[in-house]
């Protein structure tokens, strides 16, 4: 079974992930990158909350850890 491997490592202005990187690969990815294949099931323990006043963002579901969840954001040193 796989396991949630994506991390925030950028915000926007309310809070919510726009960035994540994939730390089984570390490849960076665009939330609605990420948002489209959730929405198709294609991404195993993530799903998409869409509010009704906002943006689609990206959730992590719930599970007994906190540590494999979306945030808090990553701090990544760019070159």
């Known amino acids: 079974m796989t396991k949630k491997t ?4 950028k915000e926007d202005n309310k809070w919510r ?3 994540s990187i994939d730390l089984k690969n570390l490849t ?3 939330n609605k990158e990420l948002i489209k294949k959730a929405e198709k099931w294609k991404l ?6 869409d509010p009704e006043n906002w943006e689609k963002f990206l959730r992590s579901n719930p599970d007994r850890t906190s540590k494999n969840n979306l945030d808090p954001k ?3 040193k760019k070159k």
């Open 6 to 9: 994506l991390k925030t490592i």
């Open 17 to 19: 992930n726009v960035e």
């Open 28 to 30: 960076e990815k665009q």
């Open 44 to 49: 195993p323990w993530y799903h998409v909350v």
């Open 74 to 76: 990553l701090k990544i």
